[in-house]
């Protein structure tokens, strides 16, 4: 069975569109490939009220893991870990843990140079400054640890939103427990492409082979004309297939059925299928 796993992404910087969400997009493929399933992606702003009814909105539905990326470095805008001490009813103080990396990462920038005297600063403990039973995750990237905290059976997972620090305390830290819970189950996804047919003609034929091929999810994508490089260049609608079981072959075996099925019904229809 997949795991029931949620993303809550953190900043102002993402509703008002100044920058792309490449980490939901990073974290979603990257937890669907570990076995997971990513049941909702939430953004909110840096707002300790907002932080915590939405943390709270999330633990009610009893996802597996909850992933959170911003807001958890020095500056007065980082509020996550604030609002994740409110959202779980606990008081806020120094891990000692936690500090003792941060201390560590100054020590390691006053070595190289980068620094010229180390000042354990407020901004820089704040850093450290846990919801009480969280544990720290070490950041091989950046200053600022992620964390990790257990409750209601949810698997609380806090990342910084810097996407290097973000990928790399996920594949350091996050990866494996995600790849341990999905046990043998992975995901699997293959797609083709089809020409010279609508997406309303390909509606019925996808639901028919989806019909058929119960453990096979079928998905239209369609590209506009600012997609083409060349006319005529792209397939103009790419069908996705895509399954979770727990053997390679057996996954070869479903979505080659249902990719050789909805290929001939589109040949049938008048169309054209082209695999790349």
């Known amino acids: 069975m997949a795991t029931p796993t949620e993303i809550m992404c953190v900043g102002n910087e993402l509703l008002i569109g100044k920058t792309l969400n490449t980490n939901a997009h990073w974290l979603a493929k990257r937890a669907t490939s570990l076995g997971a399933m990513v049941k909702r992606i939430t953004v909110v702003g840096d707002n300790v009220d907002e932080i915590a009814a939405a943390l709270q909105e999330a633990l009610k539905r009893k996802p597996k893991f909850l992933i959170m990326t911003g807001g958890l470095g020095p500056t007065f805008d980082d509020k996550t870990s604030e609002g994740i001490a409110k959202g779980l009813r606990r008081k806020l103080k120094v891990n000692q843990k936690a500090l003792s990396m941060v201390k560590k990462k100054y020590e390691a920038y006053l070595a190289a140079g980068k620094m010229e005297r180390i000042e354990m600063t407020p901004s820089r403990i704040k850093m450290a400054t846990f919801p009480e039973g969280a544990e720290p995750l070490h950041n091989p990237v950046g200053t600022a640890p992620g964390m990790r905290a257990k409750t209601m059976g949810t698997l609380l997972i806090a990342l910084p939103g810097v996407p290097p620090e973000m990928e790399a305390i996920f594949d350091e830290s996050v990866a494996g427990m995600l790849e341990k819970e999905a046990g043998k189950v992975s995901f699997y996804e293959a797609s083709t492409y089809a ?79 082209e695999t790349r």
Do not use: C, W
């Open 195 to 273: 020409n010279h047919i609508m997406e309303s003609s390909l509606a019925p034929l996808i639901d028919k082979v989806m019909h058929d091929n119960p453990h096979v999810y079928v998905k239209s994508h369609v590209y506009t004309k600012s997609d083409f490089q060349t006319e005529g260049q792209k397939p103009h609608i790419e069908l996705h297939f895509s399954t979770r079981v727990s053997n390679p072959k057996t996954a070869k075996s479903l979505l080659k059925n249902a990719m050789d099925q909805l290929s001939e019904l589109v040949r049938k229809n008048g169309g054209k299928t």
